[in-house]
């Protein structure tokens, strides 16, 4: 077939010579090999379909032209409308990654030196990540014992008048205590950034994540329920008045809709809460939003398959006065169940979550204490934050993440896989109590 019209965004007209939108094509045997890496298999059987494929690709190539975008075209138009239709927003935003969701909010709060920003204790380093690079102080807030998630009634003792901003996270896909967060912002007005890449289509008190924060930020990332061929991340915000901002935010400020003379485009500024800030780049490509689209079609059916894991380990934990079982929610809130949080009592199980752990290690299950600490990295030593003194002030954190909690993998596994976990789990902890 011949050469189609390019539709590059510079083109002002019907053009007989064009400017590509794309600089080089991929072509069939690039497919090809996206196709291998998607469909990973070895035999005669796995080389032989192989093989069949590639001939009808081939064929398809004949006939078949290549698309004229590969960025932030319809495709990614059409799944920030079909996720900010899930989430029951009146917009959202794709984004490369959760982390540059984060920035974007940190910059329309304007944080910069002499701010003070509040983290819970336990988290990633993406949370913190962007206001530390950007000078401002950072807050550590001590967790809730049950949840593991940001204690607002701690947060609320550290409320300082240089507060900007309050980052709660929903660690493990189990939603934070919003309301109680929301109201301290409300009263001192601070701005809220959820930190949600755990609890993609959440539920809290009946509302979804997304709906109720300032911003919050979700991930895509590759070990995440819901993913964008290995990174991604949606943003989405409850401040009205940045929402036509929001695409712009995204990459560099550029306005196609304004023209300065001479040229097609202009660049503006991003409306911060307390002056403008300048946009960065986070352009996903239309292959992610290709992925992303048909992860979210059978999302209800992940999350289900996540929550009947988590239902079958707390029903088969329930006989054991030992284990503190994973919060399973209500009517209102539901969790996205990214992990299975276990929690032990130490003192009935005849040891801490570090013996356990050791144990479930011999027996060929993985455990994670996924997020410690933050305040422990070197990085926080090289920026003068004292280890010693922040820990005092977070008790709850310490006591849970040397001896009481780590994370099961709940997703992916075969039934088989389920049941010797959970055996593996409480063989573990009769062995505790034995002392063997």
């Known amino acids: 077939m011949g050469k189609k019209s390019s539709d590059f965004r510079y083109n002002t007209g019907e053009t007989r010579v064009p400017w590509a939108a794309v600089g080089e094509n991929y072509n069939a045997e690039d497919l090809m090999e996206v196709i291998k890496f998607l469909m990973q298999g070895e035999g005669k059987a796995h080389d032989d379909a192989i093989a069949a494929v590639r001939e009808a690709v081939m064929k398809l190539d ?123 912002a ?43 061929f290995g990174e991604g991340g949606i943003l989405t915000t409850t401040v009205e008045s940045f929402r036509d901002y929001m695409k712009g935010s995204r990459f560099f400020g550029a306005d196609f809709t304004r023209h300065i003379p001479n040229w097609v485009y202009d660049v503006v500024p991003m409306p911060g809460k307390y002056g403008p800030f300048v946009a960065g780049n986070a352009s996903t490509t239309e292959i992610q939003a290709i992925g992303l689209s048909q992860q979210v079609k059978r999302y209800d059916k992940i999350l289900a398959e996540r929550r009947a894991a988590a239902e079958y380990l707390n029903k088969r934990f329930a006989g054991c006065d030992a284990i503190v079982p994973q919060l399973m929610g209500d009517e209102g809130t539901k969790p996205s169940f990214h992990m299975y949080q276990l929690q032990i009592d130490p003192a009935k199980a005849g040891g801490d979550i570090q013996v356990m752990k050791k144990k479930l290690e011999e027996k060929g299950v993985t455990s994670l204490q996924h997020f410690g600490p933050l305040y422990h990295f070197d990085l926080l030593k090289t920026f003068g934050y004292s280890k010693e003194e922040i820990a005092k002030t977070c008790p709850v954190t310490e006591e849970a993440f040397n001896h009481r909690f780590t994370h099961l993998p709940i997703y992916d596994l075969d039934e088989d896989q389920l049941i010797y976990m959970a055996d593996a789990v409480l063989e573990s902890i009769d062995e505790m109590q034995r002392g063997v």
């Open 186 to 228: 409300h009263k001192h007005d601070i701005l809220v950034l959820e930190d949600a890449a755990h609890s993609f289509g959440a539920l809290y008190k009946g509302r979804n994540v997304g709906t109720i924060a300032d911003f919050t930020s979700f991930s895509l990332h590759e070990v995440k329920n819901c993913t964008s």
């Open 62 to 184: 004949k006939v078949s032209t290549p698309p004229g975008k590969l960025s932030l075209g319809d495709r990614v138009d059409a799944v920030e409308a079909q996720v900010a239709e899930y989430l029951h927003t009146p917009s959202s935003l794709f984004l490369t990654n959760c982390t540059a969701g984060f920035e974007i909010a940190y910059k329309y709060a304007n944080i910069g030196p002499g701010d003070e920003v509040i983290v819970p204790a336990i988290t990633f380093i993406a949370t913190m990540a962007y206001p530390l690079a950007a000078g401002a102080k950072l807050v550590f807030a001590d967790v809730d014992p049950r949840t593991l998630n940001m204690d607002p009634a701690d947060v609320a003792k550290k409320i300082t008048p240089k507060t900007k901003m309050i980052v709660p996270v929903d660690l493990g896909g189990y939603p934070v205590d919003l309301d109680s967060i929301m109201e301290l």
